[in-house]
């Protein structure tokens, strides 16, 4: 087995995402092939409607792909049991469903229940675990409030904090700063950089904030014309992909700024 083959977390081959209707298939993205390596921060960027959150839900397992195939830890996704596979990838997509009457602490804590006994019981590794991911949220001081109390982007980092209370080698994120006032997305993205680098986890996140993430990303998947291009953001830019990345001529990018631009 080679060091390449050890060291991929997330591989597709000949991958199509979309969604059934009256028998038919509605491809969104076709033919998509990616080898993610571990402790890599990848941003996954394209157009609204291009398919970003049918892509992360697809390689998540929470709906099937139209055709091809997803590995995990070199394991075909649908052979992973579902406890397991909880054990491998840890998500926050839009509009997951919780319980709103729950305490930050209880659902922080949700996420140590792949490992926990059939009673639930914390144990003092877990315990700890809760901890570190509330503190690394910024969300220690709102552990003993309702989930309901709290706003959208406080929420939004509670629910990261039950992802990283998981700990997984593989995070997929959808729009993780949404709702995130400058200050607390400078937070996120230093987060997620640290959880990839320093902790050798891969993160997989979709995202708008385009500009922010060029400097950070160590690759970055565009969704755009039905395909998906996996590359550094140097070569991306280089290659002219970002030029094209709007549909519209009046957003343009500058390569040597690593900035978007409208056309006057």
């Not at 960027?45 to 792909?65: D, F």
């Not at 319980?99 to 209880?106: G, H, W, Y």
Request: overall charge neutral; some cysteine; proline content about 4%.
């Amino acid at each position: 087995m080679s060091e390449k083959e050890v060291h991929i977390i997330l591989s597709t081959t000949d991958l199509h995402i979309g969604y059934s209707s009256h028998k038919r298939d509605h491809i969104l993205v076709k033919d998509i092939r990616l080898e993610i390596p571990r402790g890599q921060l990848i941003g996954l960027i394209g157009i609204n409607g291009s398919g970003k959150s049918t892509l992360l839900r697809t390689l998540a397992g929470l709906q099937p792909p139209l055709s091809g195939t997803i590995t995990i830890s070199q394991t075909p996704i649908t052979a992973i049991q579902p406890q397991h596979l909880a054990q491998q990838l840890s998500v926050v997509l839009t509009g997951q469903g919780i319980s709103k009457n729950l305490t930050v602490s209880e659902l922080v804590a949700l996420g140590r229940q792949p490992y926990t006994n059939w009673l639930d019981t914390l144990s003092n590794n877990d315990i700890k675990i809760i901890s570190d991911a509330l503190h690394a949220t910024d969300t220690l001081v709102l552990k003993d409030r309702k989930c309901y109390e709290l706003s959208d982007g406080q929420l939004q980092r509670v629910l990261i904090a039950r992802a990283l209370a998981q700990d997984t080698p593989l995070i997929i994120l959808d729009e993780p700063m949404t709702h995130l006032d400058l200050h607390h997305k400078a937070s996120v993205l230093k987060l997620l950089t640290h959880i990839a680098h320093q902790k050798q986890k891969t993160v997989l996140f979709a995202t708008h904030d385009i500009e922010h993430v060029l400097p950070l990303c160590d690759q970055m998947i565009v969704l755009q014309n039905d395909s998906a291009i996996i590359d550094t953001p140097t070569s991306l830019a280089d290659k002219g992909v970002f030029n094209s990345l709007f549909p519209s001529e009046s957003v343009c990018f500058n390569k040597e700024t690593g900035r978007f631009f409208i056309k006057s």
